[in-house]
T-cell receptor
Framework: DQQVKQNSPSLSVQEGRISILNCDYT??????FLWYKKYPAEGPTFLIS?????DKNEDGRFTVFLNKSAKHLSLHIVPSQPGDSAVYFC?????????????FGTGTRLTIIP | ETGVTQSPTHLIKTRGQQVTLRCSSQ?????VSWYQQALGQGPQFIFQ???????GRGNFPPRFSGLQFPNYSSELNVNALELDDSALYLC????????????FGQGTRLTVV
């Protein structure tokens, strides 16, 4: 049972335009959500997170939006830069799981076209 | 640079063998989690250790076991290796339980032949 889904395995965006990566989840117990970026041969790098009590969180070029009623979140990157080309993972966690287990999606490979 | 280092970076083992993977967390980080990432998949939670005690486990058999040490290092042990154990193994550390940001190491690529 895939509780966190990233339905787009890949996305290509022109440099300077907006990149929008989407993520859906099924477990309403999730309290917080994170986005990680992963380059080949490296571990995931934390990008941005959002608590379930908020609907938006912004950090520089990165903004995450959360729609709890739709169980959907998205990561906006604007403007997109060539260094943003990587695999992006959406992850979710819940405080009342008793631990910090993160449930990950399968990732979206973002390619920024110069 | 996350301050989390894993060793070795690559490893080849034969089916049936045992393997130990190591992780050095950031100083002060009491919580370490291990994940398995198969090709084309997202990381899957194996288990978590908090102050040297197991604090939650995913859907992995008992032949996956771990240890956490007071010096912020930890180990993942896998016995009776199977071909399907071939994957990238990631450790992640965080400041404490309830901290929502985990810092990942670069991973150990395990190949079982």
């Amino acid at each position: 049972d895939q509780q966190v889904k990233q339905n787009s395995p890949s996305l290509s965006v022109q440099e300077g335009r907006i990149s929008i990566l989407n993520c859906d989840y099924t477990n309403s117990m999730f309290d917080y959500f994170l986005w990680y970026k992963k380059y080949p041969a490296e571990g995931p790098t934390f990008l941005i997170s959002i608590s379930s009590i908020k609907d938006k969180n912004e950090d520089g070029r990165f903004t995450v939006f959360l729609n709890k009623s739709a169980k959907h979140l998205s990561l906006h990157i604007v403007p997109s830069q060539p260094g943003d080309s990587a695999v992006y993972f959406c992850a979710a966690g819940a405080f009342n799981f008793g631990n910090e287990k993160l449930t990950f999606g399968t990732g979206t490979r973002l390619t920024i076209i110069p | 640079e996350t301050g989390v280092t894993q060793s070795p970076t690559h490893l080849i083992k034969t089916r049936g063998q045992q393997v130990t993977l190591r992780c050095s967390s950031q100083s002060g980080h009491n919580t370490v989690s291990w994940y398995q990432q198969a090709l084309g998949q997202g990381p899957q939670f194996i288990f978590q250790y908090y102050r040297e005690e197991e604090n939650g486990r995913g859907n992995f058999p008992p032949r996956f076991s771990g240890l956490q040490f007071p010096n912020y290092s930890s180990e993942l042990n896998v016995n009776a290796l199977e071909l399907d154990d071939s994957a990238l193994y990631l450790c992640a550390s965080s400041l404490s339980r309830g901290n929502t940001e985990a810092f990942f190491g670069q991973g150990t690529r395990l190949t079982v032949v």
